[in-house]
């Protein structure tokens, strides 16, 4: 593959059928009562659409749109038609309805299938994706929390695309303490909605003329609430108000006051809304008063997750782009070859690939990452025994973090290690891999940043339900390790690794909980973004030998058929070499931030204002 044909590969297909029927096992889902109706052959065929419409509406105007972002006049937003023809492409196709049931409309098809079909449109595009992400995230919760009426209103315009969905979250004061959002809610005498008023801004999707109307899910507080998040209610504001027949009737009162100019992302209109200029933007309150954040933790979590794909779609298509240019690129000589010496092409030089590989290790272990979350809501929606659908649940509440913030991290590196292996020609616009790190460099903010992230995990995750989770993650470890036979010399000497990191995991967590009961928060805390690397590198970690036992399975398949087939031996020796270098590379960096913990290290902590 030359590098310009490299620029159009989305993903690898084979990392794709690897990673969801080798390692996760996916088409058993076809036994459970719900996919009944599916096989391997239809989530196949889910698969294979999504690319398809990936490769044809959404991957040509990549470039296209980030050099011609939306714009705003003072009355509408305007931007290209390709975004819309590929919006309602990809809805004409059953994708935002692609998790519902199939008389509502819906394929019924497993979290898992879903988030790698959506996974070819961000890698495709990811301005143009994210509208709708923000759709499907929205009528998730809307269908699990809003009224029936209002299901019947809203949810079956958004699912066919008529309607698209935001969430208004972010205030200019508050940022990201949401106890301190100011957005007042005032019921309206003898009707069934509320007056809302206050300003949104980083909303992405909040205005554009792509659907008939715009659903805003918007966090506010009911006068007379309790202060802080306790006092939060969800409203959903639409754009438009509707008639009896549920069609947009009269314009809501909110108002763009302009769009937002980011560095990457240009696609996707990021705005500043104002709710009740004129004292009548009617919003309708989403379950009880007070409960909004509870509420919005769904969309929130799911977003998570989808910015951890995103980041790692992202980080994929450069690694591909990169490795095309390094085969291609003929470039110096090996040191031990004479200035004669026919010059050879970069993949030779032994650092190049040392960036390849670690772009190989980090999205293929993202993807690993993302799925398995994924795979974690289909066994808590469908596992038939309630105690393991549980069990599920809680596991993804630890790792949600985690599958945020690693992902959003390690894809944009990817890109960096893209950028450096094209040299003088990776900084040029003429060159895609700089768009690619411009639009994922958004990611460790978007959604929590990953210091909130680390907050979150460290300071409430790792304690919920007597560390629940964390011992169901042992579990599910253990399982694996015991897998590799004690004989097995490439796996073998990372089970022992990984057992030694997970007791410096128990260690340190221990002596947290010790430390807590005792020291300040603040201080225990200040160090939290150490215990969500060394966490998520043991994870990773995990992921990989996952991978590593599917690979020496499938060789295994090989030599016992009708005999070694090049390609397929080729992919499998990569993936034991990416995992290798995951364990020789990455997992003993956990050390160095286990020991910080256990130091109770202060060097953050006190350096004083001041002193910058």
Not at 54 to 67: G, I, Q, T, Y
Not at 289 to 298: A, C, E, I, K, S
Not at 320 to 327: G, I, P, V
């Amino acid at each position: 593959m030359s590098a310009l044909d490299a620029s159009k590969a989305l993903l690898n297909d084979r990392d794709v059928q690897f990673q969801l029927y080798e390692v996760l096992n996916s088409n058993a889902l076809t036994e459970r009562e719900r996919f009944l109706e599916h096989s391997q052959e239809t989530f196949d065929a889910a698969l294979a659409t999504a690319k398809q419409i990936a490769e044809d509406l959404f991957a040509p105007h990549n470039a296209k749109l980030d050099s011609n972002e939306p714009t705003f006049d003072g009355q509408k937003v305007s931007m290209m038609d390709e975004v819309k023809l590929a919006f309602q492409g990809l809805a004409d196709a059953g994708f935002i309805a692609g998790r519902n049931d199939f008389e509502d409309g819906g394929m019924q098809l497993p979290e898992v299938i879903m988030t790698m079909c959506m996974g070819y449109f961000t890698s495709a595009n990811a301005s143009t994706s994210a509208y709708p992400f923000l759709t499907i995230a929205a009528a998730n919760l809307i269908k699990s929390f809003a009224s029936d009426a209002l299901k019947k209103q809203f949810l079956p315009s958004m699912l066919t695309a008529r309607f698209s969905g935001t969430m208004a979250m972010t205030e200019p004061e508050a940022g990201s303490s949401l106890a301190d959002i100011r957005t007042q809610a005032k019921p309206v005498e003898g009707k069934d909605y509320y007056h809302l008023k206050g300003s949104k801004m980083y909303i992405s999707g909040g205005d554009h003329e792509l659907t008939d109307n715009i659903v805003h899910l918007v966090l506010a507080k009911i006068e007379g609430a309790p202060a802080g998040v306790k006092g939060i209610s969800l409203f959903l504001v639409p754009k438009f108000t509707l008639d009896d027949k549920g069609n947009p009737d009269q314009r809501n009162d909110v108002a763009l006051a302009g769009l937002i100019h980011k560095m990457g992302y240009r696609g996707t209109t990021s705005t500043v809304l104002s709710f009740g200029e004129k004292e009548s933007c009617v919003g309708y309150l989403i379950g009880e008063p007070h409960q909004g954040l509870r509420y919005m933790f769904q969309m929130m979590n799911e977003a998570r997750v989808g910015v951890a794909m995103g980041a790692c779609m992202i980080g994929y298509r450069g690694y591909l782009y990169s490795l095309a240019y390094a085969r291609d690129r003929i470039q110096g000589r090996l040191p031990s070859q004479s200035a004669s010496s026919k010059a050879v092409s970069i993949i030779q030089h032994a650092d190049v690939r040392r960036m390849l590989l670690a772009q190989k290790a980090y999205v293929e272990g993202g993807l690993s990452l993302c799925l398995y979350g994924s795979s974690l809501l289909d066994e808590a929606h469908t596992n038939p025994d309630p105690n393991m659908a549980e069990d599920a649940l809680t596991l993804l509440d630890l790792l949600t973090p985690i599958i945020k913030s690693w992902c959003s991290e390690y894809g944009p590196k990817a890109n960096d290690l893209a950028i450096q292996i094209l040299g003088g020609a990776g900084y040029t616009r003429e060159y895609p891999v700089e768009q690619y790190w411009r639009d994922n460099r958004l990611n460790p903010i978007h959604e929590g940043t990953n210091g909130i992230q680390a907050l979150d995990l460290m300071g409430r995750k790792i304690w919920q339900k007597n560390s629940q989770g964390l011992v169901l993650l042992n579990q599910v470890m253990m399982q694996d390790m015991l897998r590799v036979d004690a004989e097995n010399e490439r796996l073998a000497p990372w089970v022992t690794s990984l057992k030694e990191a997970l007791k410096k995991v128990q260690l340190v967590t221990q002596q947290i909980a010790g430390d807590m009961q005792k020291i300040s928060p603040d201080q225990v805390l200040a160090n939290a973004t150490c215990y969500l690397n060394m966490l998520s590198k043991v994870v990773v970690s995990w992921l990989w030998l996952r991978q590593a036992l599917a690979a020496q399975a499938g060789l295994v398949k090989l030599t016992e058929g009708s005999g070694l087939d090049q390609e397929s031996q080729d992919f499998y020796d990569g993936k034991l070499h990416a995992a290798q270098y995951f364990f020789h590379w990455e997992l003993p960096l956990m050390h160095h931030d286990a020991q910080l913990l256990l130091d109770r290290d202060t060097t953050c902590f006190e350096m004083k204002d001041a002193s910058f």
